[in-house]
T-cell receptor, first 115, second 114 residues
Framework: AQSVAQPEDQVNVAEGNPLTVKCTYS??????LFWYVQYPNRGLQFLLK??????LVKGSYGFEAEFNKSQTSFHLKKPSALVSDSALYFC?????????????FGSGTRLSIRP | KAGVTQTPRYLIKTRGQQVTLSCSPI?????VSWYQQTPGQGLQFLFE???????NKGNFPGRFSGRQFSNSRSEMNVSTLELGDSALYLC?????????????FGPGTRLLVL
């Protein structure tokens, strides 16, 4: 069975500081990993994904994520936070070993950037 | 390109009623997936359709059903509504079915069951 965990319900960061939102996963096959962001009263917006290749994935709005197979992690990072980055962030995983696999979302991490 | 559109955006129903939600995917996208988002259960996968065929289904009771039309538009139906069905229902589309593809989400339909 596959699963994904976001251990922090909330992350608080000062504007201009680097930010990290954590995600760990468990799948039996190759992991396909995704990050989405949700602003209030909006649907989800795609940020980035890892399918294969370079472990460092660059995405929208200056975000990047690092795939770490040994630690089964896919943490989201940004070198310098903006107040406008404040939102709810979801990590998701799909088992690449099965075309019938479902996408599983983490519980979400609320990111708050203070001016 | 226009994004994924969902109608209606807001809906209020009473227990026992049924509801139909609509999703129009991005032009050219043939795969549509549905998700339920609630504060307690988070984001949960409902179903996935591709070329009018249901490819995958989440762990929801039979009261939840869906379909996809030849123009790729999709509808989901919930019969005999329960209070716990109150949620934000999100639709997502992708160009092809499959796990490599990025899904693009609509704004959602917020359903309140009284």
């Amino acid at each position: 069975a596959q699963s994904v965990a976001q251990p922090e319900d909330q992350v608080n960061v000062a504007e201009g500081n680097p930010l990290t939102v954590k995600c760990t996963y468990s799948v039996s096959g190759n992991p396909y990993l995704f990050w989405y962001v949700q602003y209030p009263n909006r649907g989800l917006q795609f940020l980035l994904k890892y399918i294969t290749g370079d472990n460092l994935v660059k995405g929208s709005y200056g975000f990047e994520a690092e795939f770490n197979k040994s630690q089964t992690s896919f943490h989201l990072k940004k070198p310098s936070a903006l107040v406008s980055d404040s939102a709810l962030y979801f990590c998701a995983v799909r088992d690449g070993g099965s075309s019938a696999s479902k996408i599983i979302f983490g519980s979400g991490t609320r990111l708050s950037i203070r001016p | 390109k226009a994004g994924v559109t969902q109608t209606p955006r807001y809906l209020i129903k009473t227990r026992g009623q049924q509801v139909t939600l609509s999703c129009s995917p991005i032009s050219g996208h043939r795969s549509v997936s549905w998700y339920q988002q609630t504060p307690g259960q988070g984001l949960q996968f409902l179903f996935e359709y591709f070329s009018e065929t249901q490819r995958n289904k989440g762990n929801f009771p039979g009261r939840f059903s869906g379909r996809q039309f030849s123009n790729s538009r999709s509808e989901m139906n919930v019969s005999t509504l329960e209070l716990g069905d109150s949620a934000l229902y999100l639709c997502a589309s992708s160009s092809v079915a499959g796990y490599r593809e990025t899904q693009y989400f609509g704004p959602g339909t917020r359903l309140l069951v009284l």
